[in-house]
């Protein structure tokens, strides 16, 4: 990966930018609109979203004040827990279409495998918002369409019903979370990884391995996770809202970890989830 533009072909045949701009927690209103309009003139072209992030319609605005081309961009959403099924998934992606003001997704994603409110019939509603989701994409308003936070039993699960498999798969990965499983079943699919919370909320910016590259490289510690990722073969989706942030994010191809860094990073930090388990979300 030489830029940001540079990605990943997705079995549909469309690019996935290989540097996303995420915004969860980025507030709804100008935070959100100034966020997207200097990532987007930063070289952002990936911007991720979704439903329960309630920031759908500020992220729309601001890519159409950007004045960049629609076409231009990456725009993926999700579809929150209590939205699966067949008439509210529709619904659902309706709602965000209108948000974000566009006429088509470039990916959609169900946003978590087990939905705490429909868990008892787990797994009815799940494949059921899969159907949904792949007539859609058959019928041109999803260009791609996805999972997040699935692992391998979820994927087996979905797969006895599906007639698409899914083309990417958004989790949480760093090197504080591997999910050595999860990533060795995707990769031998073809199935393309996002990683979300690549920085670790800047948790792990002290570690000693991190810090080592960093001074290596003349880089900061967010930019050799980011790098890591990169190298790891997934998407980051790293998240600010400070220009300057914003910017440094995006300075990761002119430089390379050496596979001694690589291993260093991976092994040196404990093993923990900054989010929940996929099999126990309260939500």
Not at 92 to 98: I, Q
Not at 144 to 164: C, D
Not at 168 to 194: D, F, S, T
Not at 249 to 277: V, Y
Request: glycine share 8%; aromatic share 10%; net charge positive.
């Amino acid at each position: 990966m030489k830029n940001l533009t540079d990605g990943y072909i997705l079995a549909s045949g469309k690019l996935l930018p290989c540097v996303g701009y995420g915004t969860w927690r980025v507030p709804e209103g100008e935070i959100c609109r100034n966020g997207v309009r200097t990532a987007l003139e930063a070289g952002y072209r990936h911007f991720d979203t979704a439903a329960i992030y309630k920031n759908e319609r500020s992220v729309g605005e601001g890519i159409r004040l950007s004045g960049i081309p629609r076409e231009e961009v990456f725009l993926t959403s999700k579809l929150w827990n209590t939205d699966q099924g067949k008439e509210r998934t529709l619904a659902a992606f309706e709602l965000s279409l209108k948000k974000l003001g566009t006429d088509y997704l470039d990916l959609y994603l169900i946003h978590w495998p087990v939905a705490y409110a429909y868990k008892d019939e787990y797994p009815r509603h799940l494949i059921e918002s899969w159907r949904i989701m792949e007539e859609l994409y058959r019928d041109g308003r999803i260009r791609s369409i996805g999972v997040s936070n699935f692992l391998p039993h979820h994927m087996e699960t979905l797969l006895q019903e599906a007639k698409i498999m899914p083309m990417v798969n958004q989790i949480e990965l760093h090197p504080g979370c591997l999910q050595p499983e999860a990533v060795m079943y995707c990769k031998g699919r073809g199935i393309v990884l996002e990683a979300w919370s690549p920085l670790c909320q800047g948790r792990r910016f002290d570690k000693p391995s991190i810090a080592k590259a960093a001074a290596a490289h003349g880089k900061t510690p967010a930019q050799v996770m980011l790098r890591w990722s990169l190298q790891m073969g997934f998407v980051p989706l790293p998240k600010s809202v400070t220009p300057q942030r914003i910017v440094e994010n995006t300075r990761i191809f002119d430089f390379e970890l050496t596979e001694a860094e690589m291993k260093a990073i991976g092994r040196s930090l404990m093993s923990s989830r900054m989010g929940p388990h996929p099999d126990h979300a309260k939500f």
